[in-house]
């Protein structure tokens, strides 16, 4: 029996396929030898030779019938500190955001036909609203004093406080390092912190996982910003220094937010180190805010930089093991987990459909709702 090839796939489509995923001509080939035969012409592939490529290069598979190479973009911009605002286009943070789009989607509508409540916090506030009015207005809806961060004893305590009092006020969130599941595609910090999806009904903040701890309290309240704003961005790299002005905004409001200068003011005694563990942000914040506020001097703030630039990047590894389940939580989040397991209890959502949102398939899936939810 002959083996049927298909002989209307374009050389242009394979090459946007793994230009996409990152890979140069001779990077592709080497990794998918036949694909030289494809783009030459030598050789025609078959149906499941197309399959291998498209799951080896990471794109849709019926992406490669195309006769137009498809424009993709992320639908909000990504900010890079002082790069400003970047249309460089990553991969693992496009199918990252598809991803949380998706979820955001199906939200949506289960949220209204249901009539369930929904976050308060979208479009409260405008860029003309001071920075102060705006955390105290948080503050109040989080149910957080200034000092909650001191009344907790670890980075932990406090990142999962924050988590939890976000998802009481109806923000969704989502923590991840890699792509789905797929721990063969990480998420770099440098293309990616985190991000703000900005929708009335279902706003979701999206958080690197694989970035320190520090610095992912302050990506959340960052994203909070953006959703108090209704305006939804991006942000990689570094947080500090940027030319935009709603990047500026949100990164006041979450000075303010996660070391408010009344309480700074109060406590300095310029220990960065040791401010760093009492507030729960880097040392970084910290000092910035010090310096902002005049209690470190241009001098100690320079040298202070300079050798804090130095260092390596923080960043933390996605964790497996056992800890598989634990890890899920953080990545699929709490409150949109509920909402699928009573979807599916009330026949509103199939298995199928919650297996695609989640992630997690059959017995693990099971398992996960069952013991972990």
């Known amino acids: 029996m002959a083996t049927t090839r298909i002989d ?6 394979l090459k946007w396929a793994f230009q996409r995923a990152g890979y140069s001509e001779e990077r592709a080939v080497e990794a998918f030898p036949k694909l030289q035969d494809w783009l030459s012409g030598t050789q025609k592939p078959t149906i499941s030779q197309l399959q291998a490529f498209a799951s080896k290069f990471f794109v849709p598979f019926g992406y490669l019938f195309l006769q137009q190479i498809p424009t993709e973009t992320i639908p909000f911009p990504m900010f890079r500190g002082e790069a400003g605002q970047s249309n460089h286009f990553d991969l693992n943070v496009y199918d990252t955001v598809m991803n949380v789009q998706s979820r955001q989607d199906w939200l949506e509508d289960y949220l209204l036909d249901n009539e369930i409540d929904t976050c308060r916090l979208v479009g409260s506030i405008e860029i003309s ?24 004893m670890s980075i932990d305590k406090a990142l999962n406080t924050l988590i939890q009092k976000l998802e009481d006020a109806g923000i969704f969130l989502a923590f991840n390092g890699v792509v789905g599941n797929n721990t063969h595609r990480a998420l770099k910090v440098s293309e990616c912190r985190g991000f703000a999806l900005v929708n009335q009904t279902a706003p979701y903040i999206f958080v690197n996982s694989a970035d320190s701890k520090y610095a992912q309290m302050f990506t959340l309240i960052h994203e909070t910003a953006h959703i108090m704003l209704g305006i939804s961005a991006g942000h990689a790299g570094d947080n500090f220094i940027s030319n935009n002005i709603v990047e500026d ?16 003011r109060e406590v300095w005694n310029g220990d ?7 507030f729960k942000v880097s040392e970084i914040v910290v000092a910035r805010r010090a310096h902002d506020l005049r209690l470190l001097s241009d001098e100690a703030y320079k040298a202070f930089w300079l050798e804090y630039s130095k260092r390596p990047v923080s960043t933390k590894k996605e964790s497996g093991g056992g800890s598989f389940y634990l890890t ?23 298995y199928t459909d919650a297996y695609r949102l989640t992630g997690l398939y059959g017995n693990t899936y099971q398992h996960f709702m069952t013991n972990n939810i």
Do not use: M
């Not at 209307?8 to 489509?13: K, M, S, T, V």
């Not at 960065?272 to 009492?278: H, Q």
């Not at 899920?328 to 199939?350: D, E, M, P, T, Y």
């Open 328 to 350: 899920s939580v953080k990545r699929v989040g709490k409150l949109f987990a509920i909402h699928v397991r009573n979807a599916v209890n009330n026949r509103q959502l199939s």
């Open 129 to 152: 609203t001071p920075v102060s009015e705006t955390v105290d207005r948080l503050r109040k809806v989080l149910q957080l004093t200034p000092l909650w961060a001191f009344e907790l």
């Open 249 to 264: 905004y949100c990164d006041k409001v979450a000075a303010e937010f996660l070391v408010p200068a009344e309480v700074i």
């Open 272 to 278: 960065i180190k040791l401010a760093s563990r009492k």
């Open 8 to 13: 209307n796939i374009r050389p242009e489509i």
